[in-house]
């Protein structure tokens, strides 16, 4: 019995000293090593083709799985979470705001989804936004706004800033401070929340006192950068995917060169609001997100990068991930800091 417990051992010990060492390769690439769990994950999961579904059918697809993001502690902790419209020129925006619980004004947190402007509900983002919401504490206002190509630009983006707009002046109903005002978003969202803060510039405000920005789209011209030839392919999000986002979302090549379509493009980036950009290591955006940070940087503005060097884009929206906890415990930290000092003055 006891040889026979041995051979049981031994066999058991050789298959996980086997299993260790095929993880320990799924982890190496010709550009480092990738977190154990983004191999794992990258292993275990394939996105739906791009090629053979319509936009609807994809999105359905992705519905599916949008289940899985409402299995969050941090969203039975919030007491207060309410679907509504914000009611503006452009139409009514679906939006969903979290608030905690308060005797005083918040302060107030705009976020926007990811999706590649074609992709992304306000479920999926149920947890980030809970997080945030419980932690900062603040209001988190999730916008839902309209999706390409149905809604090509220059649609989300003028539905991102009347929907900051419409946080603005309903802060008071709200039970938010109007003075304390930031904007977030990831990838394409992070793409809105460049932008909107771009605009609250141009265009009278609303002030901004932060832009949290996770690993953004800042421009739709170049799919030849450093990270696009490095992390093209194999990391999850692919250059034919970002080419078929931006397809959608900007078919007219003239419209991808302006400011509010590929910020990194802009012409002017003085006054705006102290931001912080959020980095994947292995994303095939790392290269446009950095660039973007240093063109706040030399602009004069206060800026944090910081580089998450072994996970892939979209890893803040996976709970299980420990850079995800790790990114958005830091995010908390910033806003914290920013949400306890006067506006900064963006407005010129």
């Not at 936004?129 to 309209?146: E, N």
Request: charged share 20%; glycine share 6%.
């Amino acid at each position: 019995m006891k040889k026979l417990l041995r051979i049981i051992g031994l066999v058991l010990l050789s298959l996980i000293l086997v299993a260790a060492f095929l993880l320990y390769r799924w982890t190496l690439t010709p550009y480092g090593s990738l977190d154990y769990k983004v191999a794992i994950g990258l292993k275990l999961y394939e996105p739906p083709d791009i090629i053979h579904f319509t936009p609807q059918e994809l999105r359905e697809k992705f519905a599916e799985e949008d289940a899985w993001f409402q299995e969050d502690e941090y969203i039975r902790q919030i007491p207060s979470i309410k679907d509504t419209v914000c009611r503006t020129a452009k139409g009514n925006i679906p939006v969903r705001i979290y608030r905690p619980d308060s005797l005083t004004p918040l302060p107030i947190l705009v976020y926007y989804h990811g999706g590649g402007f074609v992709f992304g509900t306000l479920d999926e983002y149920n947890g980030v936004c809970a997080r945030l919401a419980h932690h900062i504490p603040a209001i988190v206002v999730s916008v839902d706004y309209r999706l390409a190509p149905e809604n090509p630009y220059p649609v989300p983006v003028e539905d991102a800033y009347a929907a900051l707009q419409w946080v603005y002046q309903q802060a008071a109903l709200l039970k938010g401070d109007s003075t304390r005002l930031a904007v977030a978003g990831d990838s394409a969202g992070g793409n809105l929340a460049a932008v909107v803060s771009h605009m609250a510039r141009d265009l009278g405000g609303p002030a901004i006192v932060c832009q949290v920005l996770y690993y953004p789209a800042t421009q739709a011209v170049d799919f030849n950068t450093e990270s696009h030839q490095k992390y093209g392919q194999g990391f999850a999000l692919t250059t034919e995917r970002v080419r078929w986002y931006t397809d959608q979302y900007l078919p007219d090549w003239k419209d991808r060169y302006e400011g509010y379509a590929s910020p990194l493009l802009a012409k002017n980036f003085d006054y705006l609001p102290p931001a912080l950009v959020i980095i994947a290591g292995f994303d095939p955006l790392r290269s446009e997100g950095e660039a973007y940070a240093e063109k706040l940087q030399l602009a004069g503005v206060p800026v944090q990068q910081v580089l998450f060097p072994d996970v892939i884009h979209g890893f803040i929206n996976v709970p299980f991930f420990d850079q995800s906890q790790e990114a958005l415990t830091h995010t908390i930290k910033v806003l914290q800091q920013h949400f306890h000092q006067p506006a900064h003055t963006s407005i010129q």
